[in-house]
């Protein structure tokens, strides 16, 4: 018995290496990511005078890093020597913000934005 089931064990496992597959290679034009398709021409905007993208109608592309607006509109206070702004300076610090408001547009003091801190009692 103990043969016999040894037997087809070693059919099994020899059948299941004769049907594995070898892995499939991958070609570098499937793999390479192509921004247009084959027989269109590349959709690039328009560069004004200096250097930035522009749309057709003449108002920057914002898709762009170098026309979008954010943090550097933002007026910002001294800064470290590592480039960091200087938390110690009001211009640099975040405004609180504010939680959840009632109707009547009083902060709802049920949440943790809206709560006053309690002042701790001094050691003597």
Do not use: C, W, Y
């Not at 499939?24 to 250097?51: F, V």
């Not at 920057?60 to 206070?77: L, W, Y």
């Amino acid at each position: 018995m103990k043969k016999i089931l040894t037997a087809v064990v070693a059919l099994l496992m020899g059948a299941t290496v004769a049907m594995a597959q070898t892995p499939a290679t991958q070609s570098k034009t499937k793999a390479e990511h192509r921004s247009e398709k084959p027989g269109q021409k590349a959709q690039r905007p328009a560069l004004d005078s200096t250097g930035k993208p522009m749309k057709k109608d003449g108002s920057p592309d914002k898709r762009f890093k170098e026309n979008k607006e954010g943090k550097e509109a933002k007026v910002q206070g001294p800064l470290k020597q590592d480039g960091t702004p200087d938390k110690r300076f009001k211009e640099n610090k975040q405004a609180k913000t504010e939680g959840p408001k009632k109707q009547d547009g009083t902060p709802d003091k049920r949440f943790k934005e809206n709560k006053e801190k309690k002042a701790e009692p001094k050691k003597a």
